[in-house]
């Protein structure tokens, strides 16, 4: 005979898994540091949009 879980178990197993590949990435972006480059990356795309725009 085979198990069947209710939906809200597969949706709280889907979020909990959700929510531990977005931290983990989070965490292993942290643990680089700025030296990887992303943050300067992103004060490059800042300051260019501030400068492309018409106001």
């Known amino acids: ?3 069947r879980f209710p939906l809200h178990v597969h949706i709280s197993t889907l979020f909990l898994a959700l929510l531990l590949i977005v931290g ?6 942290g643990y680089l540091g700025p030296g990887t480059g992303h943050i300067s990356i992103l004060a490059e795309i800042g300051g ?3 400068r492309d725009s018409p106001l």
């Open 24 to 29: 983990g990435v989070t965490g292993g972006l």
């Open 48 to 50: 260019r949009s501030r």
């Open 1 to 3: 005979m085979k198990r």
